[in-house]
């Protein structure tokens, strides 16, 4: 059956076809009317190629480095919680499919899996640690202190979540609020970092912690031994204000249309972000990449790599890390077709021009 | 049940599948082909935002005030007839859903209750009243000294009706003509505050009173004791004019679609009104408005307050006072998680800088 | 039955539910993929109203000259073929509806009905001769001769059809060529006028005369006793081209959507034609007109009247002579409560700002 | 029934309801979402006529050269591999309907009949010879010189399929690997010029010539004694590529969306490439045409020619020779009439102000 799986959409499909439907929609939904949701996907379909041709593109690259870290292919694994809802190996397994694959993967807070078990086969894998900052500013550090230990390379501070979206196909079947989002886990499973970090009371976590300001951020990046991404940027001018609060790098990303509905889908938002950002620090996204072109786009857009979400969740609820690095191996295949197509044969080296948006197209 | 309807939209899908169809019709009609009535919502849509993070959202202001009148949210109950069609206790149920929310109820001419009685539970909340000019402008100016002695706080005169749109679903089945819009009620409802006015003799009502002018108005306010408010502006030139007659505040509406079809929606014509009226007095709105992402964007373009028409109604219908007061409820938490999820803590500080109409987000 | 028919939309449905599809399918017929019979239509919806409220429309005049006759209202009732393929009264009914509704009519050189029949309940009526030019200059003389001896007051010169569009609903079904654009009669019925004509031998009307030039227009309209107006343009170039042939008016139409598919609408075409021509002579049009906001639209972008062609058709086809009678009352009924509901007492005094293309409204 | 078949869709249609499904889908599919295979398509109705009436159309010439060969009409037949697959004489009879039609066909590589056998029935016939460059320069040009002695009038070197793209339609049911698209062939069939070029060994076919650079191009163009047309143009920048390299033309395409998905439709990059050139060599181009309007679209503006791709295969399945010549025939008569109410006579004198895009309507 899953040879017969050919494009991510299938993969889509599949999972959402055998998951538990309070699974399913949990990792399904976006805020709202779901509007950014649908426009991560629709707005990389208003970006048009301008292919160039007879460039000898027999060989291609597609490796590249983020924050230093070399990666086969620009595309990670965003941070998204709780793995083992959709397969019993949960976080290990996608970590594993990232790190044979080559790339990064990107350990949420709310992850069912514990950070030591994660790391224990990362070798020299390029993983990063996803943080949300609960309570105070002194737990956020202790917590990247233990993330150092553990080997991760880069700590991925969300910002976009100051309280928790409005996400009605969660919250019409929501039980009782074990934890930020009202989510309520099996018995059977645990979200282990958070546990390990605050123990079972939750009465800290079930409180957003939303009166943090840049200034806070600036003080956990001064005192940080890893690198610090903040994640979750959509305007110049946060951009700016990541910049100066110490951030290796700037995530557009709008949370996959599961926060604010009506914001700027995250392919919108990337030209004004890698303008103001203007190559100071690197710059990723996540939202709507579902095909190779998708990624294309995203990177002559200038983005340095993308990350997905629940692409990786449908591979590993289909196949578990054969169904991840099934995942990646399409995205891996249709960006090199692509690059061989348009007449790119580095990623680290696309032209702007490649992209155009359908309302410039020149009419004469 | 009820506590399964978590947005409007289900309120008005519960409300409309069990109303008589003719009640149900009658409030969901738009006129003509309905394009303004779509418009209003869709028009929302087209508007995104630049939502900023990390900026101490803990402490969400929601309250400010209308005509000096402190509510709790910006988000009032606009005038509508006859909800004794939908709930036995009609208007004073939603007038008392209002009051215990903190906020405006705006009872209407055609009401199918004494205006005593919505305004003997009025303590101080901020009651206005809605005015149709009939006949002449004295009648209008004894309507007005009634209401002042009734405690309503302001006087809403409605400019948009010189005669009645054309609801081709109300049309369809009606059957005479006992009011200003041929609508007729069934025999255990009056027009309560039409009939203390004019007594059961429908002549006056029935012959809507189309030769009135801003010089009109101008009298009226003049010599009214409660400010005047012109509701159903679309355009600078009108909003010029109500500044000029006098009135204390413009309401940009198209009468819910019901009135000329094909009109700017409510939202496309803010900006203009807005602009022309340059602060020198308060801007409302309604048309459209479904979700706490509305009320954002209205207030982001000018409005100092919104309100709502038919889902007061559909949450009379569905649950009463205690139906009106969950959808006020639920606009007030989704507005209040937008703002947080926006980087806004208080609604009378908002940058027009947070909303981008989609046809203008920059594309480099 | 007839009274629930309260829009043009309705008279549409209810007659081609009930005409043999074949005629259904004649007039229905838009050429090619039907592209420019769809935007006719949606092209309307492109516009907006900005209406003024307080104007006083108690009093509002509809009526209005065509080339110096008196219409009751600016609608009159464009050339079509064949009306007694849907009612046995044919183009005598139409005519009749149009004169007691105070409008004109105009009459297709492929009438069903003898001219002199039309003509001899014309009175004072304003009626006009559409001329397809066969053969030469000097058959279109006769005719016009005849036409001002019957008493037409104006002669429609048909530009735009030097060879029949190809309307797929007709061709798939049609058996021989009869006539010039192959639509079979069925055998009790005549085209009395070209009989009257030319006899019954086709040869001439089956060859459609595509060799004419203005310069032919401009000889058939010096010689011609009747002013004379040019149907079917769409640019500027040919609005020029129309008055320097000398006639008296230019007439915006794509033949109903049934020639070139993919011309501009006649709504879109009409800003660019009416500047052109400015002022020097009265401008008309038809195609897409369903509604009274559309009438008014059309009007404020400088239409002096417009004319309705299948609407027509199906007020006849639905009631005869009282079916036609109702289709352009509801459509008088209609552009009064437009003027109304927008400020406009006068057909002969819409301001442009009356509409804004939806891809101009302001976004500030 | 085939009578009944009036336009190209009725064929498309008619083709696909008959065809084995993987063959129908084999020439169906485009690549990946099938977004420029439908761009091809929608973006020709972006485009509006502005016709011309009254200019003489009696008589119009559809004739025109490509490479100073003489074709009857501005429409030619587009390479597509394996005929055969849909009509057991194949390429022949293609080839045959072509030339009794007065217009150019064009041979593909992966044809599935001898070169010889169409060439022997070409006499003067305008064939074109299109080629792929497999393995290096030396094999294409023996390959040209024997395209030469066949009696083809030029070579078409596709210049965008350095590798195959991704058409899961396709790849959905592929079995094998037998050919550089991996499309098996059934056994009675023979991938004929190939075989005759490499024998049946296809491991140089299976590996897609990807190193080509304009150098290769240039250096076959200037040992080749035929004239040269890169096929699969879409900027400016390989345009003028094409050019230096020493092209006779710029033939614009994307291979009928089979190649990148989410490149420029091949009407809007028309524009830039006929600027581009600025009428130093001819352009052609292929990629959504259906109708004789959509024909007119392309030359107004600025293609010498079309050509034909799926339609013809489609003709093809449903009559043999003579299904291709009613479909050529269709398009003849499509392209006349389109001319004839657009007021052109000669398809080498067409305005560029034929043609608008909806976008750039004036509004006023």
């Known amino acids: 059956m899953d040879t017969e799986l050919i494009c991510l959409d299938d993969y889509e499909r599949q999972a959402l076809s055998t998951l538990d439907t309070r699974y399913g929609d949990f990792f399904a939904a976006g805020a709202d009317d779901e509007q950014t949701l649908q426009d991560n996907r629709a707005d990389f379909k208003k970006l048009r190629f301008r292919p160039r041709m007879m460039r000898n593109v027999a060989d291609v690259s597609l490796s590249t480095t983020i924050l230093g870290n070399l990666i086969s292919l620009p595309v990670g694994i965003a941070p998204t919680s709780r793995h083992k809802l959709v397969h019993h190996l949960g976080e290990e397994a996608t970590a594993r499919a990232a790190k044979s694959m080559g790339t990064c993967f990107c350990l949420s807070t709310y992850a069912t899996t514990k950070a030591a078990e994660v790391a224990g086969l990362s070798g020299d894998a390029t993983q990063w640690f996803q943080l949300y900052i609960f309570k105070d500013v002194q737990m956020a550090q202790r917590q990247i202190q233990k993330a150092k230990k553990h080997g991760f390379k880069a700590v991925v501070v969300t910002v976009d979540l100051p309280v928790v979206g409005n ?64 994640k979750g940027i959509l305007t ?42 203007g190559g100071r620090v690197e710059v990723y996204m996540d939202g709507g990449i579902r095909t190779g072109t998708d990624v294309l786009k995203a990177l002559a857009l200038g983005a340095r790599a993308v990350f997905i979400g629940r692409p990786a969740i449908y591979g590993l609820a289909v196949g578990g890390e054969k169904g991840v690095r099934r995942v990646i191996t399409i995205l891996r295949d249709e960006l090199k077709l692509a690059m061989q197509l348009s007449g790119i044969t580095d990623v680290n080296d696309i032209p702007r021009s490649l992209v155009q948006h359908e309302s410039l197209i020149p009419r004469l």
């Open 167 to 230: 996400r009605r196909k969660v919250n019409g079947t929501r039980k009782a609020n074990s934890a930020i989002d009202g989510f309520e886990l099996p018995p059977h499973l645990r979200h282990e970092i958070i546990e390990e970090l605050l123990g079972r009371d939750n009465s800290v976590t079930s409180k957003p912690c939303s009166h943090l300001t840049w200034k806070d951020l600036a003080m956990i990046v001064s005192a940080s031994p890893l690198p610090v991404i903040a």
């Open 236 to 277: 110049e001018e946060d951009a700016e204000q990541a910049i100066k609060a110490g951030c290796s790098a700037v995530y557009v990303s709008n949370h996959g249309g599961r926060q604010l509905d009506g914001v700027y889908s995250s392919i919108s938002a990337l030209p004004e972000v890698v303008k103001a950002v």
